[in-house]
């Protein structure tokens, strides 16, 4: 078995590219579909590309998908007019569509099983009591620079980055952003982590896997010593 030849990962990209070319029909405002969805024009690519030399888990890329739907469908819509947010307002009498608030726990908890792998397969951290922390880091400081986007994108555009930016009147909007990416990475680290570790043992087993961190290994007589 080799890791070229997995189905699902072929047909999630399969999936994700129709989705993508749905969305680029008629959306609601073609610059905030494109600011968007750019993570998935240049992630899906760039994951093609390195994928002999580096595949991912299935868990991953199953999670890079789910990901990639809600960015596009965000896109498609901007995220404060999206319909199924628009029934959740209004059914749970909530005062603004919480559609912006679901994408941002979504931008902590994929993002962490990504951050995650990349941690054990390229460094010394696979096994480490540090790998969890500094995951949930990685993902609050990639949120902040999301944010940092947000803030640039605001300035250039105006009123026009409006929709891009879908604070929905809410001057804490950049705090709650934040807060729910920490709480996304904290949970799927918490609930996905013995999943993922099950998932890095088989990829690791592949010819040609692509890690490049070394085996943890001590002496006979000796314990391994843990940062």
Do not use: K
């Not at 078995?1 to 999630?12: W, Y």
């Not at 240049?42 to 590309?49: N, Q, Y």
């Not at 705090?175 to 570790?197: E, K, N, P, Y």
Request: glycine residues 8%.
């Amino acid at each position: 078995m080799t890791a070229v030849r997995r189905p699902l990962p072929v047909l999630l990209a399969w999936v994700v590219v129709a989705a993508l070319a749905l969305s680029a029909w008629g959306p609601r405002d073609r610059p905030t579909w494109f600011l968007e969805t750019v993570w998935v024009l240049v992630g899906l690519p760039l994951i093609m590309l390195t994928w002999r030399r580096f595949p991912l888990t299935d868990l991953l890329c199953c999670l890079l998908a789910v990901h990639a739907f809600v960015l596009i469908v965000g896109g498609h819509y901007t995220y404060a007019q999206v319909p199924l947010g628009d029934w959740v307002r209004d059914t749970f009498g909530l005062e603004r569509n919480p559609y912006d608030r679901f994408g941002h726990l979504v931008q902590g908890f994929v993002p962490a099983v990504l951050v995650r792998e990349l941690l054990s397969r390229t460094s010394p951290l696979r096994g480490s009591r540090w790998l969890a922390p500094l995951t949930v880091c990685a993902c609050l400081a990639f949120s902040a620079v999301f944010e940092m986007l947000e803030w640039a994108a605001a300035v250039v555009g105006g009123q026009a980055a409006d929709a891009f930016l879908a604070t929905q009147g809410d001057v804490w909007d950049t705090q709650w952003d934040m807060f729910c990416a920490l709480i996304g990475a904290t949970v799927s680290v918490l609930v996905l982590s013995r999943l993922h570790d099950r998932q890095l043992a088989v990829i690791s087993s592949y010819s040609g896997a692509g890690s490049t961190a070394a085996p943890r290994t001590s002496t006979p007589g000796t314990r391994p010593r843990h940062p």
